[in-house]
């Protein structure tokens, strides 16, 4: 027979086991916890962590928004400025056009002024003699006709008057003619430089005027117009005003003050179709790092001589617009200034006969 343990002693181990088990989850738990409250510092600290670097990467953005702003509102401006300043540049640029502009005209004007001070001066001379020769002409008249009055005219004294009036006579015709030549030459040329007309006309005839009408400024200077004489129907003013560029540009830059000088001019025909214009002088030559520069408008090198750096923009246009023609210069320092230039004959039939 199996003797049965006493329930109450049975139900005592029970509940020292359970109290055991109970002791072993207390300090499980226990442990649990504290790995708990571990991960939640270390939890809250990345929380932590996260917030501010969530609310340093708003703060950032904010800033970055900011700067974004300032950086649009930056660029507006300057955009504005811009916009005023390119404004401002495009009023600029019209007026140095119209500037240009005016300056061209009065280059060429120029020029023809140049012309009128040089038929003034040719004029001065025969018109001058004139009127010396006329006073005293009335002069010895009113002194003939008063010996005539008073009675008693000698032979001699009629014979005196008769070979003073007769040499007087002769000396105003001479003059006055020579002046009304003159006139006649220089009024075609200014008016051909007045207005860029075509007409008929003598080219080496037409060249010799040009420098004849430049003489006054030319009187340290010998010149020649050598060639061909060719009749053309084109533009003489133009012609005379690219030859007066020329020719004052020899005056004005190549030669010293009273040092004498040759121009020189030769007209050449190649055939039917070709004129060409040697036009050269012996002077001081065009550096070579200049010469490239010469037809830019306003290139000068004799700013406070009064230069304007417009007679060669000017000849050049002239010349390749108008005449569609081309020029070439050739100077080395020291030994003068050669230009040469082409254009073709238009082809308009040479019937009227040339006036000079
Ligand atoms: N015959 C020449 N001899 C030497 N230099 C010249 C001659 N022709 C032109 N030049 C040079 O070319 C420049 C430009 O000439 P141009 O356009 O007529 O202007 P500007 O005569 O007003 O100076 C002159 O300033 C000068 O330096
Ligand atoms: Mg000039």
Redesign the pocket.
Known sequence: MVATPPRESTSQADRERQKHRLAEDSIETTATIKTLQKENRILRKKLERTTANLQHIEETKRNKESLLKTVIRELEQSQQVLERKSSDLEMTLEELRKTQERLVESEKLSALGQLVAGVAHEINTPVGTSITVASTLADETASFSQILAEGGLRKSQLTGYMAIAQESCQLLSNNLQRAGELIQNFKQVAVDQAHLEQRCFALKAYSEQVFQSLSPQLHNHQWEVTGDEITLYSYPGLLAQVLT?LIT??I???YGPDEPGQLRLTITQWNSSEVELCYS?D????APE?IAR?YEPF????RNQG???????ILHNLITQHLQGQIQVK?ELGHG?HFSIQFPIPPEAITSPAIP
Do not use: E, Q
């Open positions: 560029n540009n020899s004005t830059h190549a002088d002077g001081k030559g065009i200049l010469i290139f000068t090198t004799a230069g304007t750096g417009l007679g060669l923009h100077s200034t």
